[in-house]
């Protein structure tokens, strides 16, 4: 695989490789090979100082014991992932892991994390496949320094579709060209906003694949004197940009679907039931991980689709756990099931392997979901809610973070040194902000994913 990377990396006239990693304050950051040092690169990595994992998205670095200026791993990057940058002369990257010196992966890592998630599910006889389902909004900077949206289209409308239509184009051509699958693209409600789902794959390839995505969107806007941003809600006053999670569960041979069972009501096993209760049982800590920064509490509201309170039901997109409805002829294979509550400021490693560290739990202890929810839920009264054991989110970045902090499977999953630089990164975010106004936190927000 390195000699195919080598090849395919002077073949297409690479000089600089990225080397990229996501860390704990979703940001994606990384150093650059250059083609003549990659054959050793690619085994051996890059440096990296210990205290990358305790830099906020502000760039502030945090108190964290260990992260400090001694002691350094190593950017080892995963070959399997290379692809050339369609928006970047003579550029290629590739997904890297954060390792030790001693070449054990580092337990801050978020991508060893997901990896070590893949690896419990493996030991239970299944796989996970998924991906996440991106919504950005597409905005010009004006004379004055306003952001304005391109569109003032309608949800789904032509006048959307052709505002957008030439930017759109190169940003699809530029996904396709890196191996990333389109599965169907369309104007969302917000002005200026889109949503293009891509393919679901393996996690650990989803995971990457939101990487790319984000790269390849925010790259192929500025092209056209464009923002992209992915921010969960860039603009106040219009809708908030989700990357939903679509998920299904295999056996290991990837042959069956374990999710879908013919006889059931809504088509789902008794597996995925256990599942959707071990995501419901951890999602107040687990939305620290799926919707993570400040900005991301503007978009958790009741009444906006985007799921506000615990519950479950089928096709329902105000419930946290949707059963996606299946295509028609090929229910077996389609059924997946869908977590509202998750933004594209998320790191995706940590996300889906929270995701994959809350359902294993629900499989493995047999929970149940309780009741279908088949209104929004958020037009029960207080009383129906609490019968139903239906309970409002964490309302801000810092209540996510106290649950999570009192979530000992979740925890116990990260392991100490992610789980201590994550926190830390994530209240010190929290601190910045809260004692900020809203155009300094929707500024950094904007910008930034």
Known sequence: MKE??????????????????????????????????????????LGLTVAMQAMNMLDKLQPVAGMGPVGEVRIVPDPDSFVVLPYAPHSAAMMSDLVQLDGRPWGACPRSFLKRMLARAAEADFTIQAALENE???????????????????CFSSISMSAAAEVMND????????????????????????ELPIRHAPALRAADNQVWFRETVRNVAAQHDLIASLAPKPLPEQAGNSAHIHWSV?????????????QDAYHLSQMGYHFIAGVLAHLPGLLALTTP????????????????????????????VRIASGLWGQEAASTNLELKASDPSNNPYLALGGLLAAGLDG?????????????????????????????RYPT????????????????????????????AVRRSEYAAFSAEDTDFEIKHHLYKF
């Open 4 to 45: 195919r990377v080598i090849n395919a990396a002077n073949t297409a006239g690479v000089r600089l490789i990225r080397f990229l990693y996501c860390d704990n304050g979703g940001v994606i950051r990384g150093k650059l090979a250059h083609i003549d040092s990659l054959a050793p690169r690619l085994h051996s990595g």
């Open 363 to 391: 499989v493995a202890r047999e929970l149940q979901p309780g009741e279908v929810t088949l209104i929004d839920p958020g037009n029960y009264s207080d009383e129906e809610r609490a019968a139903r054991g239906i309970e």
């Open 136 to 154: 950005f909004t597409l905005l010009r900077v004006e004379d004055d320094g306003r952001y304005q949206p391109i569109d003032s289209g309608l």
């Open 250 to 262: 295999w056996d290991t041979a990837g042959e069956n679907n374990l999710l879908y069972d013919p």
């Open 396 to 423: 801000t970045q810092a209540e996510a973070l106290d649950a999570l902090e009192q979530d000992t499977v979740l925890l116990d999953a990260l392991g100490d040194e992610l789980s201590r630089s994550y926190i």
């Open 171 to 194: 940003i699809i051509a530029a996904l396709e060209a890196q191996n990333i699958p389109i599965d169907a693209y369309y104007p969302e409600l917000g002005h200026g906003q889109h």
């Open 293 to 320: 920064s400040y900005n991301s509490y503007r978009r958790l509201q009741p009444h906006f689709w985007s799921s506000a309170y615990t519950s479950w039901g089928p096709d329902n997109r105000e419930a946290s």
